[in-house]
């Protein structure tokens, strides 16, 4: 495996500017076990990983009947 940087924003607004500053050679994961198993075979090889499972605001998914 290449070397990458591993980066974990909090907010979103962090996320994005991460994004942005690595110009699409950045991959985003929340969990990453099928990204590792590609990145160990050589498949894929990112400079940068973006970890968003620490912003609170994309944890869950909530539905409201009203807004529907």
Do not use: R, W
């Not at 290449?2 to 950045?26: I, M, R, S, W």
């Not at 985003?28 to 498949?43: D, P, R, Y």
Request: charged share 25%.
């Amino acid at each position: 495996m290449k070397n990458f940087d591993y980066l974990e924003p909090t907010t979103v607004a962090e996320a994005c500017a991460l994004l942005k500053q690595h110009a699409g050679e950045a991959k985003v994961f929340a969990g990453g076990s099928h990204l590792t198993i590609l990145m160990k075979q050589g498949l894929y090889q990112p400079k940068a990983l973006v970890n968003i499972k620490k912003i609170s605001e994309l944890k869950g998914i909530e539905y409201d009947a009203k807004e529907v």
